[in-house]
């Protein structure tokens, strides 16, 4: 009878008026409250802008969205890969620019290619970052560190090409860039948003639906615990290092695309945003809880703002990083609290 007694007990449903049982209210778990934040926060900016300024409301201009920002989106998610096995990245930006450097002096200064110059500058993007993820891994040092001198190393490379801006003139180059997708009614996309778009639901895939995802998960949450468990964490954490740099490679390809440039000042700050996205779009700073769909909506988040401002025509669009400070500000509170309840018996 003691033991019966000492049993934990389940929870009974509550019987209705009527007889029936009910079953108990079902709460948001907490995890999910940063992106739902974002989306709602999404709905409202959009809904204010389509009250407020003619011609908001359309198909194209939240289209644009995604047009404006896709070099944004495929950053972005390497990123999130990072910053979920508690990682960081700050050399994505300058990645970014040796890309289109790389790029514009192989197809104008050799003539090169576009089918021969985009895989070389993604293997070296791949190259570069699986490099960084190495020196972390192998001779345990600090992300911030080794990802700042591959920042300043990149960016300095940039500048043996040339210290001018190098123009693309290929006309297979320009014919990629003009390209469009039409989607009915007039809206259309273009082909960089495509690739970004792509992009982001083969990373949904790989992060929720591959042991590399999980492990990356595992290893964000404790790697101490990811080793215990038998996971490949050394070769896991070079491959997400390796994975962004091929986003950052893949994001210059995009950035020559609606630049058609290339320049060793392209995308200055870039690191920035891309940790702000993933911020806003849920995933915490310390790794081990967030989405890459949720950093498309962080993405759209700093899109829509710079929208907004456009759209009012008086705002200084420095009122964007003001913003965005503000908004960071409010989710690294939210963050907080989340990691206070997890802590919490």
């Known amino acids: 009878m003691t033991a019966l007694a000492d049993r934990p007990v389940a929870p009974r449903a509550r019987p209705a008026a009527h007889g029936r049982a009910v079953a108990p209210a079902r709460r948001l778990d907490p995890k999910y409250l940063p992106l739902a934040a974002t989306v709602s926060l999404f709905a409202a900016m959009a809904l204010l802008g389509s009250l407020r300024y003619d011609g908001f409301f359309s198909a194209q201009v939240f289209l644009n969205l995604l047009i404006d920002n896709a070099f944004l989106v495929v950053v972005a998610v390497g990123m999130t890969f990072v910053i979920l096995a508690g990682g960081i990245d700050l050399s994505v930006g300058s990645v970014v620019a040796l890309t289109t450097m790389v790029s514009a002096s192989l197809v104008e200064h050799h003539g090169w290619s576009p089918l021969a110059t985009i895989p070389l500058v993604l293997a070296m993007g791949t190259v570069f970052g699986g490099a960084m993820g190495f020196l972390i891994e192998r001779f345990r040092l600090q992300p911030f560190i080794v990802t700042l001198a591959g920042m300043f190393l990149a960016r300095g490379l940039c500048y043996l090409i040339s210290i001018d801006s190098v123009s693309i003139t290929s006309e297979a ?24 778009l792509a992009v982001l639901a083969v990373a949904v895939f790989v992060a929720h639906g ?27 954490l070079i491959g997400v290092y390796a994975l962004s740099g091929l986003c950052s490679a893949l994001a210059g390809v995009l950035f020559t695309f609606y630049m058609l440039s290339g320049y060793g000042l392209h995308a200055v700050g870039l690191e920035l945003d891309a940790i702000a996205a993933v911020v806003i779009g ?47 500000f409010v989710f690294c509170l939210l963050q907080r609290f989340f990691t206070a309840g997890r802590r919490a018996p």
């Open 173 to 196: 180059y320009a014919g990629l860039a003009q390209l469009r997708v039409p989607l009915g009614g007039g809206a259309s996309l273009s082909l960089g948003a495509v690739i970004a």
């Open 210 to 236: 591959t042991p590399f995802g999980r492990a990356v998960y595992a290893i964000g949450g404790s790697e101490a615990s990811a080793r215990l468990m038998g996971l490949p964490v050394r070769r896991t």
């Open 282 to 328: 849920g995933t915490l700073l310390s790794g081990g809880v967030g989405y890459v769909a949720g950093t498309l909506f962080g993405v759209l988040m700093l899109g829509i703002i710079q929208t907004l401002i456009a759209f009012d025509g008086t705002l200084s669009s420095w009122w964007t990083r003001i913003v965005v400070g503000a908004l960071l």
